[in-house]
């Protein structure tokens, strides 16, 4: 990236996977994020942890507010840095865009525009209406509405535009939309004519309003919408009901609390959106390094006396291999030794860095897997190594020290209750009071103890009464249920994967 540019970027109509590849490169690059309202939160989350995030969408709607906004770009890039502008839809389809390149112009600041997916084409399709169609007319016309607050429509020719055999698209803000629909009827286009209604378009919360011209009309004069939304008219609308898939996937419109570490959440975040949920980051633990290292790096050291090593979860293989790869070290240090998977997850980890593992227990309680071990190979009499976190795992080793076992048992990473950011963070305890969470999940112990200590052991479980809580495995659930959490989800196998499957299946019935 360029020092001292302003990259004016598409953040397209919503949903955060609708930025292009290159916008995702600019933003993962910036200094600086200057941003509307709209941009979703989970995008400014792929922006560097040391980039400044300015919200601009709050200010005063006026060409003083859009001035002040062109002047902080200057004003950043003047500094030297790589500048981010995030702007709903396209920069350049009914926003301010070409009035801020052409500002950065006259200042000689540096800019380049990133197209993104304009609000017009975008909600549409995800509302299961294409915007053109073979036989549906060949014009496709696109109108401004969205941003005026007025009860009257758009100053435009509605008496040309009643007559266009094509599509009609139109941003309509929700004070905007029924002077739109009765200027449409009033103009002369047919009252049978197909149109939808999309709001919140692109979004777990997305609603779509279908029927005739007249019909729609008449819905919203008795009933006043309160948001805005993108109107579609025209043949196209019509085939809604044949080509609907985003609001019909099994958690569309459920809101789902993700408790992993923010590092770890976008993994579970984006399963659960692929299936139309909105995943709430509420992170209730983060992950440390241990407070010594020594004892793991003697372990490392030592590794070639063990005869197994026991990965209980991704970040006990990931700093493990880490610290062996720190020393100068390769996979070729664990050579005869045998490796142990307590679930499919630290399996796949394992994989990641070439490593093959010897045995995943079928069940991951202390004295099953010591079970699963012993069938496999004697454990008396065998040296085990245990990399873990600060906290839990402790009944393994007492498990196969009593099987005979010789146990060397190292902190590999810390398990620390996490650091909310009021000004980042959603207040979960405020939307689990209101019931407006559909679903809590937890994929470790840690964070289920963790969310107790953060609200209160004695409130977390009146907390989740009205929740469904879906945890990973039978630790997580035997940990829930010391605090009196009633869990309603836990999938046969212990896998994000399987998790999200259960989530969904819970829903279906």
């Not at 302003?6 to 993962?28: E, F, Q």
């Not at 112009?105 to 209406?129: K, L, N, Q, S, T």
């Not at 040296?383 to 146990?407: M, Q, S, Y």
């Amino acid at each position: 990236m360029v020092r001292g540019k302003v990259y004016l970027i598409g953040a397209g109509p919503g949903d955060p996977g609708l930025i292009t590849v290159r916008g995702m490169a600019c933003l993962s690059a910036a200094d600086v994020v200057i941003y509307d309202t709209l941009v979703h939160d989970r995008l400014l989350a792929h922006a560097p942890a040391h980039a400044e995030r300015i919200d601009v969408g709050t200010a005063a709607p006026g060409a003083m507010a859009q001035e002040a906004i062109s002047y902080l770009l200057v004003e950043k890039a003047r500094e030297g840095r790589v500048v981010a502008r995030l702007k709903w839809g396209d920069p350049f389809v009914f926003d301010r865009g070409g009035e801020e390149a052409l500002f950065l112009h006259e200042h000689g600041v540096p800019f380049e525009v990133v197209p993104g997916i304009p609000a017009a084409i975008g909600i549409p399709a995800y509302g299961g209406v294409p915007v053109t169609y073979p036989g549906a007319g060949d014009t496709l016309t696109l109108v401004r509405g969205h941003e005026d607050e007025s009860e009257t429509a758009p100053q435009v020719d509605w008496g040309a535009l009643a007559k266009l055999k094509g599509t009609i698209v139109c941003y309509a803000g929700p004070k905007q939309l029924p002077a739109i629909l009765d200027a449409l009827l009033s103009h002369g286009r047919p009252k049978s004519d197909a149109a939808a209604v999309i709001y919140d378009g692109t979004l777990p919360a997305q609603q779509t309003v279908d029927g005739t011209l007249e019909q729609l009309a008449e819905l919203t004069r008795t009933s006043r919408p309160k948001r805005p939304a993108i109107l579609v008219v025209g043949k196209v609308a019509a085939l809604r009901q044949h080509l609907r898939w985003f609001d019909i996937r099994p958690l569309f419109g459920k809101r789902i609390a993700v408790t992993r570490p923010r590092e770890d959440a976008a993994e579970l975040s984006d399963r659960l959106a692929a299936l139309g949920a909105e995943p709430i980051i509420a992170p209730m633990i983060r992950m440390a390094a241990p407070e010594d290292w020594a004892p793991l790096d003697n372990a490392i050291d030592a590794v070639d006396t063990a005869d197994w090593i026991i990965f209980t979860s991704v970040n006990a293989v990931d700093q493990f291999m880490q610290r062996l790869y720190r020393g100068g070290r390769d996979v070729r240090e664990l050579k005869g030794v045998k490796l142990c998977a307590v679930g499919p997850s630290a399996r796949d980890r394992l994989l990641r860095y070439a490593v093959k593992v010897d045995l995943i227990p079928p069940d991951f309680q202390a004295d099953a897997v010591v079970a699963s071990l012993d069938a496999h190979e004697k454990v008396a009499g065998k040296h085990f190594l245990l990399p873990r976190a600060d906290v839990g795992r402790e009944r393994l080793a007492d498990a196969l020290k009593a099987a005979g076992a010789e146990v060397t048992d190292v902190i590999a990473y810390r398990a620390l209750p996490a650091d909310l950011d009021p000004e980042r963070d959603p207040d979960l305890y405020r939307m689990l009071l209101d019931g407006q969470v559909d679903v809590v999940t937890f994929t470790s112990a840690a964070s289920v103890r963790n969310f107790a200590a953060t609200f209160g052991a004695e409130q977390a479980a009146d907390l989740l009464q009205q929740t469904v809580v879906a945890v990973c495995g039978p630790v997580t659930a035997e940990a829930a249920s010391r605090l009196g959490i009633t869990v309603s989800i836990m999938p046969t196998e212990y896998t994000l994967d399987a998790l999200v499957d259960a989530i969904a299946a819970h829903f279906r019935r």
